[in-house]
Each structure stands twice: as C-alpha cells, then as structure tokens.
C-alpha cells in the first residue's frame, strides 16, 4: 500500500478539520500555516520512520519534499509532494491545493500551541510598556506560554497573505486566458 498523493483532493477537505505535519526542510511553511490558524506539526530533527508514525497515528497530512522519505517511507500515509524551494511558493501550492483561507489565529507560531484569550492584567510584566497600553486583548499559548496581541506584525503577514492569494489568482487567470 503506497500513500495517497493529494494533488486534486476530492472530495474538497473541510479545511478546519486539516491537520499537517511537515518535514524537517519545511520549517517556515509551518509557521506560516499556524499563523493561518492550521494546525501544524514541524520537528527541526525527526527520523523518517518517527514522522510517518505521527502522520499515521494522528491522521495528519505530511508536506514534503522528500522523495525519498515518501517512496520508501510513506507506507499508507497521505502526502502533498511540495516542488518549489520558496516558501511563498509553498504556501501557495498548499493553499491551492486545500483551499485554505486565512482563520483566525488560533495556533502558536513556535510550537503549534493552542493560543487562549486572557485577560489583560496578567501580562503586565510579559509584554512590552506600549504594547499592555495600547493593545486590549491577548491571547496565550497554552504549551510555550508566549504571549499574543493583534499588533501590526499580524496585520502585516495578513496584508501579505491576501496580496500573495491576489497575484496567485490573477496569474492563474492569465494563464487560462493564454491556453483559451
């Protein structure tokens, strides 16, 4: 039994209910996918047999670019086989390809947490004098405890995030309009 390549998903996936574990090349996708609210697995050092285990056991997709890892490995596991270096790229391939939206943030870019709304008296002392003053709502990672605002770092990766979703669209456009 060989793993199921997703290249054309059908039936569409309910995009809420993907869970993704990355490999060790695809550090900054995952990132980007948490901060897209998706919940995304990545370990910087991981044994093929161990992410094919997880994969399996937790029915999560595995991204890819290994080959290797899915031929001899990827034994009853569904993948994406990415084929661009570029993170932007990247992105856009599993976007395309799961039709995923941006969510809200849910998930913490560092350790793919579960971020929780807390009140803002309690960090006062962990985030910066300006940031407790003008900012109203904060959420927590409940693994790594990081503290979350909506400050304009997230407005910045939504902005590029929604340009990068609009340039992908209209040069799909133009090649369809080429090939008619």
């Known amino acids: 039994m060989r793993g199921e390549d997703i290249k054309d998903p059908s039936p569409p996936h309910a995009s809420e209910d993907l869970r993704f574990i990355a490999d060790s ?85 560092l350790c793919n947490g579960v971020l929780k709304n807390i009140e803002k008296a309690s960090v006062q002392d962990s985030v910066p004098e300006y940031v407790y003053l003008n900012f109203s709502s904060f959420m927590k990672c409940t693994e790594c405890g990081k503290v979350y605002w909506q400050g304009s770092h997230i407005r910045r990766f939504r902005d590029r995030f929604e340009k990068m979703i609009s340039v992908s669209s209209e040069s799909n456009q133009d090649m369809e309009e080429t090939e008619n």
């Open 25 to 109: 090349m695809l550090g900054r996708l995952s990132r980007w996918l948490r901060l897209l609210g998706y919940d995304t697995l990545y370990f910087p050092t991981i044994e093929d047999n161990k992410i094919i285990r997880i994969a399996r056991s937790e029915g999560r997709i595995l991204l890819t670019r290994d080959t290797r890892l899915i031929k001899e490995k990827g034994v009853g596991v569904k993948f994406l086989l990415l084929t661009s270096n570029d993170t932007v790229h990247q992105v856009l391939e599993v976007i395309k390809i799961f039709g995923l939206m941006a969510g809200d943030m849910k998930r913490c870019a």
